[in-house]
């Protein structure tokens, strides 16, 4: 790799897996070089496959595990085939070489402090949530007691990462739209019946998921609570380069700003998102 290429944090990376865990669902392995930052939970990578120039631009996937090691750090996306671009990463066999920047954007700030921590997921929104939990893990035991998920998805098969969460999770609350797993409601519907519970004072909420998933959620809680949400957005540079990813917020003073998510984000604090 070129010193610019590092500088820039690119990477050219070797698939080692990419399994079809659920259908339409993959997970892909990525041995990069050691060099490569640790990510903080929330983090996402630019991929491509290398050389490849049709679809030109990357596509941004969360990192969903990382492993480091003397000599490479491997990386783990869960991702699902969504368009063009998907559908080609999850062709690639092993031995294929990927495209990568990153780690990029802002993680979750961990607030140690509370005494509840919630995660909602909705869907693939659980990749970069994983990470996370694995990161509260790391830093404390006490987080397997703190911890509840609330994981949502359309149906049981696109339910994805729950095997993996319950290794580090205890209390996991499952819903799908049509009833196949767990409780037949939206996940926000299960997590508003238990909101009493969980007082802003000694709450910590992160989530990711679907735009109308994040609006539900804006519309339950007060501006009392602690929530860091993970936005999606259509990205063409992936690094604050061409404003093509820009959301509405409310500035320190109040006033509307705009936000590139890819390099203000993608975890922005839940109450300073304007719903146009
Ligand atoms: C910060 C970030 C992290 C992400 N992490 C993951 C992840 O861990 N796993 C995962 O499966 N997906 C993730 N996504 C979504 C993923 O980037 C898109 O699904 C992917 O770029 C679609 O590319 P495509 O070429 O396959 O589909 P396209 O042909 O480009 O689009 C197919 C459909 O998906 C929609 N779409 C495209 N890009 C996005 C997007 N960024 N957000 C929402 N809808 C989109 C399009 O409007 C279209 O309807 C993430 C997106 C962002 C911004
Ligand atoms: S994708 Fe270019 S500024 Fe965000």
Do not use: H
């Not at 368009?83 to 961990?110: D, F, M």
């Amino acid at each position: 790799m070129t010193e610019k290429a590092m500088a820039r944090n690119i990477y050219l990376g070797e698939v080692s897996r990419n399994e079809e865990v659920r259908p339409d669902f993959f997970l892909m392995k990525i041995r990069l070089p050691a060099q490569f930052e640790r990510p903080l939970p929330g983090q996402f990578v630019m991929v491509r496959v290398a050389g490849l120039q049709d679809p030109f631009l990357s596509r941004p996937l969360s990192i969903y595990a990382c492993k480091q090691g003397p000599r490479f750090c491997t990386i783990e996306l869960l991702y699902r085939v969504a368009g063009k671009g998907t559908r080609i990463l999850a062709g690639l066999i092993p031995g294929s070489q990927v495209e990568l920047s990153g780690p990029l954007g802002t993680g979750y700030r961990v607030d140690r402090t509370k005494k509840n921590i919630v995660l909602i997921a909705g869907g693939i929104g659980i990749a970069p949530l994983s990470l996370l939990v694995r990161e509260l893990r790391r830093r404390s035991c006490r987080a397997a007691d703190a911890m509840t998920v609330y994981l949502g998805a359309r149906t049981e098969t696109a339910l994805v990462g729950l095997d993996a969460l319950r290794q580090s999770c205890s209390r996991i609350i499952v819903c799908t739209d049509d009833g196949t797993l767990g409780e037949k409601a939206p996940v926000t519907k299960a997590f508003q019946r238990d909101l009493p519970k969980y007082n802003p004072a000694d709450t910590a909420l992160y989530a990711c998921g679907p735009k109308p998933m994040i609006r539900s959620l804006a519309g339950l809680l007060n501006d009392q609570y602690f929530c860091q949400v993970s936005l999606e957005e259509r990205m063409a540079c992936g690094v604050g380069a061409c404003a093509g990813c820009v959301v509405a917020v409310k500035d320190a003073s109040g006033n509307k700003a705009y936000r590139r998510v890819c390099a203000d984000g993608p975890v922005f604090e839940l109450k300073d998102i304007l719903w146009e």
